[in-house]
Nanobody, 124 residues
Framework: VQLQASGGGLVQAGGSLRLSCAAS????????MAWFRQAPGKERDFVAA????????YYAEPVKGRFAISRDNAKNTVILQMNSLKPEDTAVYYC??????????????????WGQGTQVTVSS
């Protein structure tokens, strides 16, 4: 599976961005889909994940209530809507896909396929 992430950019604190991850093949009912992020000098952190059928979502504590992950099955695309952005959300955001299980949804090692990353910068 090839993944293409887009939608990053520069936004002021409190603003919103919508990231998209387009997959080269159907991911619905095949793969968990997730977003991770990596700030300079830090490890890659889990942000959000969506189960194979889209029925369950998982979020990191820092983004709960502000970010929402969803699928557009017709377009083989996963969306990360990011609202109320904070400077600490600044990072390169990566989308990922993998035939993982619920208990591993937050583990980057459980994902086989990765997009190229898109930069999100939130100014204060």
């Amino acid at each position: 599976v090839q993944l293409q992430a887009s939608g990053g950019g520069l936004v002021q604190a409190g603003g919103s961005l919508r990231l998209s991850c387009a997959a080269s093949e159907r991911t619905y009912n095949k793969y968990f889909m997730a977003w991770f992020r990596q700030a300079p000098g830090k490890e890659r952190d889990f942000v959000a994940a969506l189960s194979r059928n889209g029925g369950s979502t998982y979020y990191a504590e820092p983004v709960k209530g502000r970010f929402a992950i969803s699928r557009d099955n017709a377009k083989n695309t996963v969306i990360l809507q990011m609202n109320s952005l904070k400077p600490e959300d600044t990072a390169v955001y990566y989308c990922a896909a993998g035939p993982t299980i619920t208990s591993q949804a937050r583990n980057p090692s459980a994902y086989y396929y990765w997009g190229q990353g898109t930069q999100v910068t939130v100014s204060s």
